[in-house]
């Protein structure tokens, strides 16, 4: 028994040491979904992006041509040096090629680091900082489902076309929260608004009541609430309590997800606007995938953009594979060809990923349906207006990345 | 206090001076091979940094009988100084430790001097106060980068010698440094400063009518822990290549009480067993996701109900050598 343990031990040994010397071409990959599985972010994000990866491997049909592919998943509870720790061990020992998802700002921003250091391939979906392909952009990363910029444009620009011209912020403390704050700012004063203020809540409070207060003493038309997850959804909650909504003031939330709205139910939610770039019940592709995902949750939940943007990411990801003939194991060659090819499929539909690594697809303005316009279960948005692909992200001559430049 | 206390060992004769040589000696051997033999080098860095932040805990709770709910306070601040003594600074790596590890150790005094002024419960829900305020501190801190932590931080070369990004020199850098500390604390129990350290632990009143200036001894011992659990801060920025507020929060500060009662209270390697087997989890257990923290709960009831004297202590008490 121990004679045939150590064997195997050596055997799986002399394979790995085999794989970490030979850069060449081979038909395996390994990606691994490294996210929050057990505090805010988990409904977001969490095991529901793992099954859209696998999704995506079982629905790229590449099993079957003879190719092997492995999903791996990890938490990464929300802290930097243990996304980045998992990082490191994913690349040097398990011989991961791809790191998709990362929510939280702050780890996705370490997670970028490691990937560039280590040539491997990052597929973003979680993480919403518009630094990832502007100041710290990298020749590895793909950012593909939203970002800040998309965020901050969609839903500022509406509402203070909409005569919502004095605003507020309820920020998290936070690279994703300061990002978000900042790129909203500046669009609600290019059309015209003004900033009356705000104030920042760390990462995952409860508690809200001075913040809001402060938001209500400002007497702001519009509570702009630069968090996200399980913050957005406490201090939605709180915000009714302290009967801000009823005193004439409007919430905006500046990053909702779909589990959000499901979470806080639409006598609660009804009537607030946002962006986003997924909604299950968009058209027949985007029903037919969530149909299939939501049986396969344990919660029967439909999918988040985030899980979404996993699936479609890891199917491109793969198609390029299968295009290049083989996974060369080298990330800035096989993200360069990610950029290359034009992007289709059933979720995003077509389009195509920048030199700096932005993936472009179009925007959703949408509005929470009231509880009687809702028909049928998961029925809750209204889609009040298309952000065109051209539109929703940092235009080119404005984004400071070195990879834009030619 | 007493209750987690007393099952230090006291009944240990004196003279295991040699023994104790010859352990160290072993474990120092074991982890000096240990990267070779296929154990991820990484992994053994962030726990020979936990092993060094316990040893410096248990220093003050083993042996001074003082549980302090704040360390995480000197192990998040010396990080932060090293990691922008380095970054922004320009610092190289031994200077930059420097300067965390002496960050640590002003904290340490000052904290100390108004902590030690209570006991028991009060003194632990001091050193809370006192850390959480330093976190909130960091929070907002604009050096800090908030949630964002300090990124990327270069390894740069020891002395101008030593290539850090190379996994094996900076694990050998690692070790020398955890080996260093905990050999200071090592002589610290051994010395009559911490015997009498040890008197106070059992009976302070008696301490005191005998002629020692308690508050001298607990204070000095609180500065010697902090300075240490600051030396793991700062060379765990070398070795995470980042500095968060994960190490400020006081869930760390918990963390290293669990590394320390798991390990053995009052031993001198339980803590660096405890260390060892917490980030294994950590690490290893990634992969189930959100039942990590179960896992570890459950474990640490286990430990409270099987063996109360923890893993290092049990062997102790039952093989009858003081380890």
Request: hydrophobic fraction near 45%; aromatic fraction near 10%; include cysteine.
């Amino acid at each position: 028994m121990t004679r045939s343990l150590a064997m195997l031990t050596l055997t799986s040994a002399l394979v790995a040491a085999a794989g970490a010397f030979a850069q060449t071409t081979d038909k395996n990959a390994k990606i691994g979904v490294l996210n929050d599985q057990s505090s805010l972010y988990a409904d977001v994000s969490g095991a529901g992006s793992t099954l859209a990866a696998q999704m995506a491997v079982e629905d790229s049909g590449l099993t079957g041509k003879g190719w092997k592919i492995d999903v791996i998943s990890a938490d990464h509870q929300n802290k930097p040096d243990v996304g980045t720790n998992i990082a490191r061990q994913w690349f040097d020992v398990e011989k991961v090629d791809v790191i998709a998802d990362v929510p939280t700002s702050s780890v996705g921003l370490a997670i970028n680091n490691v990937v560039k250091e280590k040539n491997g391939v990052y597929l973003n979906s979680g993480a919403a900082a518009s630094d990832l392909t502007t100041t710290q952009c990298s020749p590895n990363t793909v950012h593909w489902t939203y970002d800040t910029y998309l965020l901050a444009n969609g839903t500022g620009k509406a509402l203070v076309k909409a005569g919502g011209d004095t605003w507020y912020f309820l920020t998290a403390d936070y690279a994703f929260g300061h990002a978000l704050e900042r790129d909203t700012s500046a669009v609600v004063t290019a059309n015209g608004g003004k900033i009356l203020g705000g104030v920042r809540h760390p990462l995952n409070t409860s508690d809200f009541s001075s913040f809001l207060l402060q938001a209500q003493a400002s007497k702001a038309k519009i509570v702009g609430l630069a968090n996200a997850g399980g913050d957005t959804t406490n201090s939605i909650k709180q915000a009714a309590e302290f009967g801000i909504v009823t005193g004439g003031q409007k919430l905006a939330g500046l990053l909702m997800f779909i589990s959000d709205i499901h979470a806080l139910g639409l006598n609660t939610a009804q009537g607030m606007n946002f962006t986003e770039t997924f909604y299950w019940d968009l058209n027949d592709q985007t029903r037919a995938f969530s149909k299939r995902f939501s049986e396969r949750m344990r919660n029967k939940a439909m999918p988040t953009m985030v899980q979404a943007g996993v699936y479609a990411a890891t199917l491109h990801y793969l198609k390029t594979l299968e295009a290049l003939g083989g996974n060369p194991h080298d990330g800035v060659k096989v993200v360069a060809k990610m950029k290359e090819m034009p992007t289709d499929d059933p979720l995003f539909g077509k389009g195509t990923i920048r030199a700096d690594g932005r993936k472009l697809h179009p925007g959703y303005l949408f509005e929470v349906k009231k509880p009687s316009e809702s028909k049928y279960p998961w029925d809750y948005y209204k889609l009040v207006a298309t952000i065109p692909a051209d539109e929703a992200f940092t235009p080119v001559d404005k984004s400071p990345c070195p990879l834009l430049k030619k | 206090m007493t209750s987690i206390t007393e099952n230090a060992d006291i009944r240990q004769p004196a003279r295991s001076g040699s023994e104790h040589s010859i352990a160290i000696a072993a474990m120092a051997v074991i982890l000096i091979v240990l990267p070779w033999t296929g154990v991820y080098p990484y992994f053994i860095m962030q726990a020979l940094c936990f092993a060094l932040f316990a040893c410096a805990f248990n220093l003050l709770i083993g042996y001074g009988g003082l549980l302090s709910f704040g360390h995480a306070m000197f192990l998040g601040t010396a990080g932060y100084i090293t990691a922008h003594a380095i970054k922004e600074w320009g610092f190289p790596p031994e200077l930059g430790i420097l300067a965390g590890t002496l960050a640590a150790a002003a904290l340490g005094v000052l904290a100390g001097l108004v902590a030690i002024r209570r006991q028991g419960i009060y003194f632990a829900m001091i050193t809370l106060a006192l850390s959480q305020l330093l976190y909130f501190v960091y929070l907002q801190a604009k050096f800090t980068h908030g949630e964002d932590g300090i990124q990327s931080v270069p390894q740069g070369k020891l002395f101008g010698l030593f290539n850090l990004s190379q996994p094996l020199t900076l694990y050998y850098v690692v070790l020398a440094f955890f080996l260093f500390g905990f050999l200071i604390i090592y002589r610290a129990i051994n010395s009559p400063f911490g015997e009498v350290l040890k008197s106070i632990r059992e009976n302070e009143p008696r301490a005191i009518s005998l002629g020692y200036r308690t508050d001298q001894y607990k204070l000095l011992a609180f500065i010697l822990s902090g300075t240490l659990a600051g030396l793991a801060g700062a060379v765990k920025v070398l070795v995470a290549q980042n500095a968060s507020l994960t190490d400020v929060h006081w869930t760390m500060s918990g963390e290293v009480v669990l590394i320390v009662l798991l390990g053995g209270l009052g031993t001198i390697f339980g803590p660096v067993v405890g260390a060892f087997i917490i980030i294994a989890m950590q690490q290893y257990l990634a992969g189930f996701g959100q039942w990590v923290l179960v896992i570890q709960g459950v474990i640490f009831v286990v430990c409270v109900l099987a063996f109360r004297r923890g893993i290092v202590g049990e062997i102790a008490y039952y093989t009858g050598r003081s380890l």
